[in-house]
Nanobody, 125 residues
């Protein structure tokens, strides 16, 4: 069973930076796509960023140029570096992984099979 554990959330001021981490307990971590999604109160879960097994990266338009996703396969960990944070970035951030090996990195939450519990990010104005 795959376990994903996020960390690094917290309270930050507008314009600040934070790095989220997601540690995965899975064999062959490097073979799977990893994604970050977020959910704000009263809103649906939305795609933030994803990284494929070939380290291709994909971003939602609202984070391009501000967020960077990366992975360290030796540590079974995916990161989300967040800069120039805005109050509208406030949400619970979840990492997710696929259970199938693919070169087409998905951005839909329905294509991810394993989810972490999430970590809260609050950006104060």
């Amino acid at each position: 069973q795959v376990q994903l554990v996020e960390s690094g959330g917290g309270l930050v001021q507008t314009g600040g930076s934070l790095r989220l981490s997601c540690a995965a307990s899975v064999r062959s971590f490097s073979a799977y796509c990893m994604g970050w999604f977020r959910q704000a109160p009263g809103k649906e879960r939305e795609f933030v960023a994803a990284i494929g097994r070939r380290r291709d990266t994909h971003y939602a338009d609202f984070v391009k140029g501000r967020f960077t996703i990366s992975r360290d396969n030796a540590k079974n960990t995916v990161y989300l570096e967040m800069n120039s944070l805005k109050p509208e970035d406030t949400a619970v951030y979840h990492c997710a992984s696929t259970s199938r090996i693919t070169d087409i990195t998905p951005t839909s939450p329905y294509e991810y099979d394993n989810w972490g519990q999430g970590t809260q990010l609050t950006v104060s104005s």
